[in-house]
């Protein structure tokens, strides 16, 4: 933790003194540098014109001339070099449209929660009002009372949701990206003829440098803005990057962070010029991810508004590096959670309305789920990717598809994200010649002609996170679990092993493992998990 603090002030510090020597540089001769920065950013011409009669300027006069061609070239220079960074990136794996489907096929949407738990949705059964639209939405198709995710952060839940495939067969980890052998269902549809796109408001993880724009047409991830430019600066990530200077400056959100609402609008504007064929579309809302920051009235609508000038989780991170959060503190934290999550859930249900004033909600597979949950202290851990319990792995998902899934249906039985891409395309009658791993959930709902399907193990990965204080379990190494005949079996890199009965304690506060019975439970499934 200290050499992360102390290699960030020396970077901070060396760029502040390559700044100013670069700043005496340049503000020494004007001259000789104007014609540089003017070649390749002629749209700055107005900002660094010159006086009429630069001969009869005063001195004071030239000065701020020189000063407003200086500002206005380092805006060129960082404005350019963005906007040409996000040219190069949408253009990575980016797929042309071939021909249209032969047959007519359905659109595809998949919108991910990001940060959404089951626990804390009134549609699985929480006491407050979080999601309306959800439940709604239950009642026009499948609802999934037991899904779980496969990894408990964005990057590997997510390309295990494009490919059907685990975690650790991808080697992403928190530095590495999706590998590019599998293929992912967007490459698939594109190779059938759906038009692609994809809208991320998680632009950290969940972005196309770590492989999840691959087999989109069109992928917005980061959209240039002010602080998209400053986040190229090393000194400004370390600057912004400090709570306090935060809290100094009223920033209270992520820099990473695009609203749900942008979201929607891309999408719907999308919508109005896509191709005259099927589409696959994926939107990823983050405004559920701490820090929790909705707009009025959710703000306060589980209790009093968080006070914005003070973060005691901090942004992004975890309260583990300063003192535990009082009871006080995490119920503040749970109103403020709840508040974004309905929401979010407010904007789901303005995104479905506006496919039915499209005209497109009828002839569109919707699929709704997270990819994570979220943990608030119930094993004394705040957030999400530090260990394997259900709060972070028990997740939502729904799906509806009008004349392919029946109305009200809600599945009991335990499933894993990692069968959704392989029910997408059963759902559309499509065999893919490149296949993807995975079984099809539509056996659970009795979808005719479906064969049942034998209950199989339920897997899921975290990777290590190296940085965190040794009372993390995943600091000593990568975990993995197994879900099986109601158990849930979390093993750490050491071999120590938790046993618990979501079936009688949901919140997994008693570990079986002491019992012998528990003990005999545990060896079989030990044994199923090294065989996965």
Same mark, same amino acid.
């Given at each position: ?24 540089? $340049? ?14 950013? *002629? ?17 004071? !006069? ?18 350019? !070099? ?9 253009? %990575? ?11 007519? %096929? ?8 990001? /940060?959404?738990?089951?626990? &804390? ?9 979080? !999601? ?41 980890? +928190? ?8 293929? /992912? ?14 809208? @991320? ?12 724009? *691959? ?6 991830? $980061?959209?240039? !803005?002010?602080s998209f430019i400053a986040s190229c600066s090393e000194i400004d990530r370390t600057m912004l990057g400090n709570e306090v200077v935060r809290n100094a ?16 609008a891309s999408f719907l504007r999308w919508l109005e010029d896509a191709p005259d064929r099927p589409f696959f579309a994926f939107l990823n809302y983050f ?39 009082? =009871? ?37 597979? $919707? ?32 799906? &509806? @598809?009008?004349?392919?899934?029946? $109305?009200?249906?809600?599945?009991? =039985? ?8 392989? /029910? ?7 065999? @893919? ?11 659970? +709902? ?27 379990? #995943? ?14 079996? #979390? ?11 979501? =079936? ?14 528990g003990a005999k439970i545990a060896a079989e499934l030990g044994k199923r998990l090294d065989r996965a």
């Open positions: 933790w200290m050499l992360q603090v102390i290699h960030k002030a020396a970077a901070a510090v060396l760029s502040a003194g390559v700044a100013t020597m670069v700043a005496r540089i $340049v503000c020494g001769r004007p001259d000789r540098w104007e014609s540089w920065w003017r070649r390749p950013f *002629r749209w700055v011409a107005g900002l660094t014109a010159q006086p009429p009669a630069r001969e009869q300027a005063s001195a004071p !006069s030239r000065d701020l001339v020189d000063r407003r061609r200086l500002l206005a070239g380092c805006v060129g220079i960082l404005g350019g !070099s963005a906007l040409a960074s996000q040219h190069w990136l949408r253009s %990575l794996g980016r797929f042309d449209l071939g021909p249209p489907p032969s047959r007519q %096929l359905p659109n595809v949407l998949l919108v991910v929660l990001d /940060t959404v738990r089951a626990a &804390s949705l009134s549609t699985y059964g929480y006491g407050r009002p979080t !999601s309306p639209n959800l439940q709604r939405l239950a009642t026009e198709g499948v609802c999934f009372e037991r899904a779980f995710s496969t990894a408990p952060w964005t990057l590997p839940s997510h390309a295990s949701l494009f490919t059907g495939r685990y975690p650790r067969e991808l080697g992403v980890d +928190w530095t590495s990206p999706m590998t590019g052998e599998c293929p /992912t269902l967007a490459e698939i549809l594109a190779r059938l003829g759906y038009a692609t796109v994809g809208f @991320a408001g998680n632009a950290l993880y969940c972005n196309r440098v770590f492989g999840l724009g *691959r087999g989109f047409n069109q992928y917005e991830d $980061v959209v240039p !803005s002010m400056l009223g920033i209270q959100d992520l820099d990473v962070r695009r609203n749900v609402e942008a979201i929607n405004d559920a991810h701490s820090p929790y920051l909705p707009p009025a009235p959710f703000d306060s609508m589980f209790g009093p508004p968080r006070p914005r000038h003070t973060q005691p989780f901090p942004l992004g991170g975890d309260p583990a590096y300063g003192q535990p959060l009082s =009871e006080d503190e995490i119920e503040m934290e749970r109103n403020a959670y709840d508040g974004a999550v309905a929401y979010v859930d407010q904007q789901l249900g303005r995104l479905l309305d506006g496919l039915d004033e499209r005209g497109r909600r009828q002839e569109t597979l $919707v699929i709704v789920l997270a990819d994570h949950g979220e943990e608030f202290s119930e094993h004394g851990i705040m957030g999400h990717s530090k260990d394997l319990y259900l709060p972070l792995l028990h997740v939502p998902l729904l799906i &509806s @598809a009008p004349g392919r899934t029946p $109305v009200g249906k809600r599945v009991a =039985e335990p499933i894993s994200l990692r069968d959704v891409p392989a /029910t997408v395309l059963d759902l559309l009658e499509v065999s @893919a010649k490149d296949g993807l791993p995975g079984t099809s959930l539509a056996p659970f +709902w009795g979808a005719a002609g479906a064969t049942p399907v034998a209950r199989s193990p339920i897997i899921s990965q975290a990777n290590q996170i190296k940085r965190l204080p040794a009372r993390f379990p #995943i600091a000593r190494g990568d975990m993995s679990s197994i879900v099986l005949d109601g158990h849930h079996l #979390i093993r750490d890199c050491d071999g120590c092993e938790e046993l618990y009965d979501i =079936e009688a304690d949901c919140w997994e506060l008693q570990d079986l493992r002491k019992s012998s019975r």
